[in-house]
Every structure is written in C-alpha cells, then in structure tokens.
C-alpha cells in the first residue's frame, strides 16, 4: 500500500513535470526581453570568458552599454554559429568546454535586438562571473617567462616559433605544464613541443634566438631550428615530445584524472612554442609576456599520453595526403588520409590542422567490424579557432581499425580567407608552416587500451574552461 502511494506520488510527479516542460517558458520567449533579466545570463554563460576588459576579444559584453552597442552584431554571430566559437559539430561529436547556444538562448538573443535593445529592471542584473588571473589550476611549483615580443601596430598576423629553454636541478616529472597569455588580446593560439636534451649533449639550452618569425625570417623548420640552437652541440636532433603545451582563448591546458597523462621534465629542455600567432593590434609596441606554469608531479606518468599524427608530416611516413595536397587556383579539392591503428587504444584528444583554405574537416574509425567511430566533423573550418577536443570519456579504437580523416580546401574568390587574389596555385610544402602554404593534419593524443578505459571520465573539474 505504502510503495502504491509512492508509485502514484513519482507518477503524478512525473506528469506535472512533462507537462510544466511541455507548455512551459522552456520553449516559449519571453513577452518583452530585457538585458537585464534574459540576455546578460546568457552572455555571463557563454561569452564573457573572452568578451569582457582583458579578455582575448577586442570588445566587452558585460555592461548594458557594452551589450547594446553590439546588440544587433551578437544577434548575428549567434545566429550564424559563429560566436560562441566552436567550429565542431554537437551533433556528430561532444568534448569538454563546448560553447554551444540553445535556439531558445539564440532566440533570445534575437528578439532582444530586434525590440531596440532595451535594458530592464537594474536590480534583476546577474553577477559576472569571476575569472581567475593567472593560472587555472592552482599556485604552479615553477613559471618559466617567454622573451617578451614588440608588435607594431597596424601590422599583420604573426607566426612565431618561439623557444623557452630551461634547466632544472635534477629530472622531474610533471603533471600538468600551462601557457598563460600576458596579452589575451594579442596572442590568438600556441602549440608547443618539449626539446628533451641529454645532460652532456647541449651545452647552453640559453644560447641562440629565442624566437624565428616563421613568414619572413626562414625558409624551412629546420633552418628555424638551426637559428634556434636547437640541435645537439654535435649537430644531431634531440628527442621532441609534441604537443605538451597549447593554448587557444577559453581552452587552457588539460589536467587528465588521476593515473592517466604527465610529463617527464629533462635536466635541460626547450619548449618550442609553434605557431605563436599573434592578432592584429592598432596600438604600437604591445608588450606580450607571457609565460608557462609548471606543476610538478611526485612520480613518474604511470600513463604516459602518446601522439601520433597523420597527414602533412606523418609520423610514419606511411599516412600522406591522398591524392595530394596541390590545389589549383578556382577549385574545390576534397582530399583524405588513412592509418591502421595497430594496437587498441583509447583516445583523449584531437586536433584538425588545416590553413587558410580549409573548407571542412572530418575523422573517423572504422572498425574490422565494420562500425563507425565518430571522432569529429567540422562543417565549417575556421582557421581561427583550432582546438585541442578532449573527448567527455576515453575513446577505445580496437587494433586494426582504420583512421580516415577527410579534408576539403577551397581555393575560389567564394573563400574570403583566401591569402590570394586573384586565388594561386596552393600547396603543402614539407616543413613549411606559412599560412599561405597549406596543411592537412590530423593529430591524436592517446594511452595503450585497458579494460574499462571507455568509463573513464576525462572531465577534471577546475582546469579545463
Ligand atoms: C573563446 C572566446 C570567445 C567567446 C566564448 C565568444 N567570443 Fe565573440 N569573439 C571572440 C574573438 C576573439 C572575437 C574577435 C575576432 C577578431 O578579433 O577578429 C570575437 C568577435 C565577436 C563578434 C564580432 C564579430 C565581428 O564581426 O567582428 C561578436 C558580435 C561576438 N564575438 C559576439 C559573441 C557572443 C554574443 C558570444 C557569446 C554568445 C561570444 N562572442 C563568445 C572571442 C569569443
């Protein structure tokens, strides 16, 4: 009688809520919407990481009258899915940190431009969320600086391969390593690498320049890297460990959970920051420094991340771009690659890599089965925002699965990234990261299979924003 009773209460329960949710102001608007009390929620949620005074956007979206001004540009933007940026598709593929828009807050968004903007009552205003200065992730045990850079106003887009050398007391380990912005406004994305020297094979890590603008300066990554001192003094290449460092705004370094990931720091090292590419500025000698945190960690990684990648640079050589990454001016050009995964592994994270005529982007695996394994599809590249997509849980892809990544460039007038006009021949050069040469490069952070990796939650609280 009594679980009678409970069964009809949660029933009952039940019913109230699908109704309320059915009819209720889930899906309908507001009759008026105000700043105050509808869109400022859904900035403070969405859009203030980057839009607010020292964030990575040129404009605020905090004040009233921050907001207003770009009322009808916002409205806009998220319409057209370009704000918040997130070029990958819910749909197909979820990650940690996505930046999605309901329709309703879209909606919103709108009806509140199209009505003139107005503000509503002042006392219904949310609080701005707090963001943290520096690091997200705690007190770090060491902060490196990078050499500080001069832009001059008025001038384009930078490409810079920049070296931070460093020399601890003994080998150590590390558990997460950061790159913090000393500019948000200047500084749009870095990737980089960590130079692992032998003790005795590199006599001064400090030596050489400290950073190689990579349009205008060189020629090819190796003679970057000669300028950069970054052979061995016997003129050999030390051990590179990729992707240990990368930063794009609103995504910061990921803390993988407990047992998973870490970093074995060498006496002597470099970071190579790839691709510091630094925005426009209209303010003349912006002063950029940034720096990297360090979190050392007590032991060896019990789970050492690996990478592979496949594409432009493959690291096998046996994995290139199919048919070939030429693109002839006035074309389209669909092109793919393909690796067979030899062993099972569980993937953490990817990053799509093309330049400035990418089109779209999308990766899979397909099993010996014959099942799909969704890895990502981007509709709509943008050369802008190239995340590092951690997935939500570890990824298994069983040994001999095939890895097919798509690609397709656009080299016509239609493409308003274009780098020519009238649009030119474009194509991959090996060791060449100008923009204005292309890439197509899909690039996999993984751990070796273990039972049950697929229920491991890769979401740390506090670290990934
Ligand atoms: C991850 C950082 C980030 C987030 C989150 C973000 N923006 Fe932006 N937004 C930018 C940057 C950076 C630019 C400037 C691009 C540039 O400088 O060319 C920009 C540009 C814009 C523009 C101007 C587009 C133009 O034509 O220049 C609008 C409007 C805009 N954002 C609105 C929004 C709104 C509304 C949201 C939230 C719903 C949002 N943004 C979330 C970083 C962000």
Not at 172 to 190: C, D, M
Not at 416 to 440: C, H, I, K, T, Y
């Amino acid at each position: 009688m009594k679980l009678r009773t409970t069964c009809i209460g949660v029933v009952v329960a039940l019913f109230i809520m699908v109704t309320f949710w059915g009819c209720g102001s889930k899906d309908t608007l507001p009759a008026t919407v105000t700043f105050t009390e509808h869109v400022a929620p859904i900035l403070y949620r969405n859009c203030t990481i980057c839009h607010r005074p020292g964030g990575s956007a040129h404009f605020a979206l905090v004040t009233y009258d921050d907001a207003r001004k770009s009322a009808v540009s916002s409205a806009f933007a998220v319409k057209e899915q370009l704000m918040p940026p997130w070029p990958a598709d819910p749909h197909y593929t979820e990650f940690i940190g996505q930046r999605i828009l309901s329709d309703r807050d879209k909606k919103i968004i709108q009806q509140w431009a199209d009505e003139g903007a107005p503000e509503g009552p002042k006392d219904k205003m949310p609080a701005l969320p707090g963001y943290p200065v520096g690091s997200l992730a705690g007190t770090p045990d060491m902060s490196i600086p990078v050499q500080p850079y001069f832009l001059k106003a008025n001038s384009s887009d930078k490409f810079l391969l920049v070296k931070v050398p460093f020399e601890l007391p003994a080998d150590t380990f590390a558990s997460l390593i950061e790159f913090i912005p000393g500019n948000r406004n200047v500084v749009h994305h870095v990737n980089g690498d960590m130079v692992k020297y032998e003790f005795d094979k590199k006599k001064n890590v400090f030596a050489d320049l400290r950073i190689v603008n990579m349009e205008e300066d060189t020629a090819s990554l190796k003679q970057a890297f000669e300028k950069l001192g970054i052979p061995n003094d016997d003129g050999t290449y030390p051990v590179l460990r990729k992707s240990v460092v990368n930063y794009l705004p609103g995504a910061y370094g990921q803390r993988y959970p407990e047992g998973v990931g870490g970093y074995s720091l060498p006496r002597k090292g470099v970071f190579l920051l790839n691709d510091v590419h630094y925005g426009f500025t209209n303010k003349d000698d912006v002063l950029d420094s940034s720096y990297i945190n360090i979190f050392f960690a007590k032991g060896p990684p019990k789970r050492p991340v690996q990478e592979f990648q496949i594409g432009t640079l493959s690291s096998f050589g046996t994995a290139p771009v199919l048919p070939d990454l030429v693109i002839l001016p006035n074309t389209v050009k669909p092109v793919y690659c393909e690796y067979t995964i030899p062993e099972d592994i569980s993937v953490l994270t990817i990053n799509p890599h093309m330049h400035l005529l990418g089109k779209s982007f999308k990766a899979y695996a397909v099993t010996l089965a014959g099942d799909t394994i969704r890895l990502i599809s981007i509709p709509r590249w943008d050369f802008n925002w190239q995340y590092f997509y951690t997935f939500r849980k570890m990824v298994k892809i069983p040994g001999g699965s095939t890895m097919i990544a798509e690609g397709v460039y656009d080299n016509t007038r239609q493409n308003l990234n274009n780098p020519f006009s009238p649009p030119q021949l474009v194509q991959e050069v090996q060791g060449s990261m100008r923009a204005r040469d292309e890439m197509f490069q899909f690039i996999v952070t993984y751990v070796p299979y273990k039972e049950g990796d697929e229920n491991i939650s890769l979401e740390t609280p506090g670290t990934t924003r």
